[in-house]
């Protein structure tokens, strides 16, 4: 069976929800057994046991969050060649996906022969704290389904 792990880092709430629905929508295709941990509970030892990563943080200041960028390097001592990834972040509208791609780029520098999965997902929110504009929840799930079909 394939296993989908979604990690995020979130400081108000919004990245985890969307996290949240990221998962839902790997989930409702086909048998992918998915988890979701919270960047701070994370073991990165057991990294190994996953087919998908999928990594998630808030933008700050165009770059994913402090946090994220450790977890990213504490993958490279890990073997974990030929894993599928994916980012995603929530932002500003001007920041619009600066941080996804430096997750991307970070990652696959990291974790030699892994491969992007599906472009990144920025959601937008409307402020620092949020909340997340409307229209932009449905995006999450879809981009769930599109991490479960590639």
């Known amino acids: 069976m394939t296993r989908a792990l979604v990690v995020y880092d979130s400081k108000y709430g919004n990245t985890k929800v969307v996290a949240e629905l990221i998962a839902k929508g790997i989930q409702t295709k086909g048998k992918i ?13 057991k990294m190994s046991d996953y087919d998908i990563l999928v990594i998630g943080s808030p933008n700050h200041y165009s770059k994913p969050s402090k946090k994220t960028l450790g977890f ?18 929530t ?20 974790v030699p022969g892994s491969q992007v999965v599906t472009p990144g997902l920025s959601i937008l929110v409307g402020g620092l704290k949020g909340p997340i504009l409307d229209g932009e929840l449905p995006k999450c799930e879809e981009f769930g389904k599109k991490i479960a079909k590639g």
């Not at 490279?76 to 030929?82: E, G, I, P, Y």
């Open 33 to 45: 057994k998915t988890n979701l941990i919270f960047m701070d509970d994370i073991d990165v030892k």
């Open 72 to 89: 990213i390097e504490k993958l490279r001592d890990m073997n974990l060649a030929s894993k599928k990834i994916a980012a995603f972040d």
């Open 91 to 110: 932002c500003l509208r001007k920041q619009e996906g600066r941080a996804f791609r430096k997750i991307e780029a970070r990652t696959l520098e990291n």
